[in-house]
């Protein structure tokens, strides 16, 4: 089991839930070279969604985000989990090692790929997620 953990920061930004308000949103962000390593949308009433952005450039993304006027709410911490491999039971065993330590996720999202591989995103407190670092390493 080959994994790369990463702690990292996300911001929350509430738009209304249509494709065009997406596009300015992330397209401010992307003119200014700010790459995410995972995002995330959900609803959260009627025509608003909450957009969950994990850049790679924390404080760049403050930056722009100031300059640009954008309303947002962070930076919360995570942790980024890849691993190499695919093998039954990999990501039940993060989970495992979560529950044993004593910690709990606020938030979890992942995603597998066609090469066999999968990667997982965990949100929580700053607290676990400095704990979680160390008992996921």
Known sequence: MAQEIKK??????????NAGEAYKLLSEFAKAGIGLLAF???PVGDNRSLFSLFPNDSSKMKDV????RINMDGPYPALIIKSNS????????????????GINDYDASG????????GVVLCMKQEDCDKALKVLN
């Open 111 to 118: 995603i597998a790929d066609i090469k066999d591989s999968y």
């Open 40 to 42: 995330k949308a959900i």
């Open 86 to 101: 695919d093998e039954p039971g990999e990501c039940a065993d993060i989970f495992k090692k979560l529950s044993r330590a």
């Open 65 to 68: 985000a100031k300059k640009a």
């Open 8 to 17: 990292i920061e996300y911001y929350n930004f509430i738009i209304e839930s």
